[in-house]
């Protein structure tokens, strides 16, 4: 099992983005996926990074030279699932969804299938996609694989993947420039320290004995001090800036 709040103060403590990557690898691998690539996959002005397929990544050497010599960024279906929509995903259903999208065409669709056969042939037979999108609308993500398909999928652990790739993709946005540590309220930092935890707005709503909707109304006031609109960004933001610890806190 993967202590999670470990794992999350490690990627903070990274000196570097190639450290934070290497400790990003580190734990995703106990999960079974020892095959990590992070791309920008729009331009990042806000960065001044233009997009990059593999701007850190463990992929084979001669697997990316191949999908870059083929142009499987056009066609991949990863690909594709980020530009849709933000949430993490399997792979399979990235494929099933352009496979039922009228707008992909025949030969976009052989060329996937292709892609996807040499994908595995090269040991990257079944994965995980991780999307992140900027306050400026700039799109990311990180994609892991692993050698072997598993027949079931398991969402804990995507959640939990899910969590530890938002935690590297915002102490990777740290090098870049600096955050100004925003003023929260003894109640904002209940509400970041339990979603910490992983307890729903639900679960916290009960635990500070408030209803669901003071909790909504907190995290919108969390989104504008923090400038983001994501509770998982808004958490590991408050762990690296120190806001909130990985402690539990009192009920």
Known sequence: MVDIGQAIEEIQRSVSSAEAFKVFCNAVEKYGYDKVCFTL?????ALGLQAFHGFATSYPDDWMSHYTAQDYYSFDPVVYRCFQSPAPFFW?????????????????????????????????????????????????????????REPERNYHELAEVALLGNAFYDKFLSFYGSSAVPHMTDRERDVLAWSAEGKTDAEIAIILGVSSATIRFHWNNIFKKMQVSSKVLATCMAIRLGVISVQKPAA
């Open 41 to 45: 996959m729009t331009d990042h002005p």
């Open 92 to 148: 399979d259903d990235a494929v099933a969804a352009q496979g039922r999208d009228p707008a992909s065409d025949e030969t976009a669709l052989v060329t996937s299938e292709k892609m996807m056969r040499e994908a595995g042939d090269a040991g990257l037979a079944d994965g995980i996609g991780v999307p992140f999108v900027s306050m400026c609308g700039e799109l990311s993500a990180v994609g892991l694989s692993r050698e072997r």
